[in-house]
């Protein structure tokens, strides 16, 4: 049976990945109570990163928009990490948290719209109990030369 989650993800042309393989020492998810907690996911499609670098603008960095559109590939790959704990999506009562690490150029402020990319699609797919806490952070470089990195916390029942 298809989950009204997956449902929407289709309206939106989209759908749930595959859970993307750790590429350390941790489990992608982890369910504790009501509360499950993503790893971080970076916007890995299968298997790989369909861009890498530090997000700014200018030559070589990853345009805000282009990372933007990673943040929501992040998102498909933490909902699936959650799935794979709990089964059916339609379990979520609430988006808690999101957490975005954004690398970035060092003069790139830039980084709540790039998160965006995450938080709107939440937003699209759970409506009112997609909308979250969320911190957006700039960091220096990620695994893998990932541009992005998301983690989220939902409530479940």
């Known amino acids: 049976m ?3 989650v997956e449902l929407r993800l289709a309206e939106l042309g989209l759908e749930l990945p595959p859970v ?3 590429v350390a020492a941790y489990v992608p998810a982890v369910l504790d109570g009501d509360r499950v907690w993503t790893a971080g996911q970076l916007p890995m499609v299968d298997g790989a990163l369909p861009v ?3 997000v700014g603008v200018g030559e070589d960095l990853v345009p805000p928009e282009r990372a933007a559109q ?3 590939v992040c998102v498909l790959n933490a909902l699936a990490a959650v ?6 999506l339609d379990r979520i009562t609430r988006v808690v948290k999101v957490v975005g690490f954004v690398a970035s150029a060092p003069d790139f402020t830039g980084q709540p719209a790039v998160v965006n990319g995450a938080s709107e699609l939440l937003g699209a797919l759970f ?4 909308q979250h806490a969320r911190s957006s952070v700039g960091v220096a470089v990620l695994p893998l030369n990932a541009p992005v990195e998301i983690e989220m916390v939902v409530a479940i029942r």
Do not use: H, K, L, Q
Request: aromatic content about 0%; charged content about 25%.
């Open 20 to 22: 993307v393989a750790p």
């Open 83 to 88: 799935a794979s704990v709990i089964g059916d």
């Open 70 to 72: 990673m943040a929501r």
């Open 127 to 130: 409506g009112e109990s997609g």
């Open 52 to 54: 890498t670098g530090r």
């Open 2 to 4: 298809t989950s009204r």
